[in-house]
């Protein structure tokens, strides 16, 4: 076996334990499908240099999306907080293309929306009649009826000009669930007032939201919510989805349409008593749901992590819900990380705003038996706000031909899923380390992890995949740092290659938890090899990586 490699040199200090990114089989690794510079294009509005993704991205059904950016705003400013992107783009860059960046709403004497005909510059331009109250909305979630016909199911803050950090009142202020309106494909939209409330309107206090699936006719929508008891929990409402279209055609929202479930039932008013399902989920529900080919309906939570989220991991999970009991039960991690992978300087950061989407590019609460998992990931949350937005494909079921480093890993046999380990420079295979659960060879340090490996002092490491059939395969992988320690370590500098040829290369900070990502599609023939490799910069000190590549025959 020859081998041509890209880098070479080597060194580290001990090492954490690995926390496992992906942990699923049939979960494909992660890319970056946008990436800091691409969430923060100015081209379109300057204000987009300080912003940050601030909802899930939401698929409109046209091969574009709609998404919410928080932006930093100077208290004179407020309340101008946000910006709304429509953007184009495949399934691996939905940022590639944007198409307009539009404030919320022009503003009247008291700050809150009024109607306007400038539908160039505010993303809603119109409010039902008695909406004068409305001051800040964020999409969550689209539904797609046919036509140019859109609903958006509408997260709301500072109702009434609350909040701001006013005493006693948050950032947020009063919220609400809300629902808009689009006959234009989205470009402009109408707000039809609010359909779910928080129980007694305690402040601060943030409804989270929206997941949304279609049931036997029904929308049934997903918020947090507060009982009697004081006790939080996430609620969940339903309409008939052609009774509140119909309504939306008339510019408003109908009469009592919208039920909350409550501890007697179903109720009309807005701001009953929810009560709340058993299993309800972990984390935040600023994500999406859906119904699979499968018959089930998923829904994704997510959470931060550091000492005001009093977490010690970062995760997206996938549920499924009982459509008749509406009870949650996990399913999968499609990301878990812990605390050690992230920079402890930094303000905050972790896994938020998971979206649902289709690869057949279907908009209605409806995916196949594959589908595209999104979250933004945030290095920090402080100014500059390095983010990135990730992209996942889970599949229902672990599909034939799919190859994935961590897929089988434990077994601690080499050849395991075509799957071998080795050092670079000398190409030997590594011995399996039954008591720390990894791959290394006399080089204590240069380790393969099940989804991770770190370098060594004189060498580094190589992970081996041969193909056992000719076709073509997709491969895809991020590598980023997993142990980003201040003042340790000069980075990795890692490479990809096809037998002789490179195909991906570069190298990763010690604090880049985002990394650097490819998604290629690859022609082998059985017995060809691929090679992920990576060695130390000047030195090997905590030269720890997340790098979990999948190959999928395609």
Known sequence: MKHRWFCASLFLLSLSAHAQMTPADNVSSP???????????????????????????????????????????????????????????GFDAPYSNPQWVKKTCQRGMTKSCVNTSATGTYAFTSFA??????????????????????????????VGYTGFNAPGQGWEGRTRIGLAYSNDSGNTWKYLGRIASPHQDPMPFNVQGTPYFVHEGHFYIWYKDRNASGIEGYAVSKADVSSVLTAARAGHLGSNLWQKKTPSGWNSNIASEPAFPAGAAEGVIHSQAARAADGNYYMLSTIMVGSSWGTTSTYVQLFTIDPTTLAWTKKMHVVN??????????????????????PEGRANGEVGSS?????????????????????????????????????????????????????????????????????QPTDIYNRIYNGGASTGQNDGFLMIWTAPQTGNVRVRQTVRSAQPTPSCGDGVLFAFQKNASVLFSGSVAWDDTLGHSSSLNVPVTAGDQLYFYGTKGGNNYCDNLFWDPSIAYQ
């Open 31 to 89: 890319i970056i499908a946008a990436n800091n510079a691409a969430l923060k294009n100015t081209s379109l509005d300057p204000a987009m240099a300080d912003a940050w993704l601030d909802a899930p991205l939401s698929a409109n059904g046209d091969g574009c999306y709609l998404a919410t950016h928080g932006k930093i705003t100077p208290q004179a400013e407020y309340p101008e907080t946000l910006r709304h992107i429509r953007t184009c783009g």
């Open 337 to 358: 990380e812990g605390s050690a992978a992230f920079d402890p300087s930094a303000a905050g950061k972790g896994y938020q705003y998971a979206s649902i989407v289709d």
């Open 129 to 158: 009649s008695g909406l004068t109250d409305v001051v800040n909305l964020w999409f969550t979630s689209i539904h797609h009826p046919g036509g140019s016909e859109r609903l958006a199911f509408i997260h709301e803050e500072n």
């Open 371 to 439: 589908f595209y998992v999104y979250s933004g990931k945030f290095q920090d949350t402080a100014a500059p706000f390095k983010q990135a937005l990730y992209q996942w494909q889970v599949n229902l079921s672990p599909p034939p031909g799919f190859y994935k480093q961590s897929r089988g890993f434990p077994s601690g046999t080499q050849g395991q899923n075509h799957w071998n380990y080795a050092a670079v420079l000398s190409g030997n295979h590594m011995s399996w380390n039954g008591g720390g659960f990894w791959w």
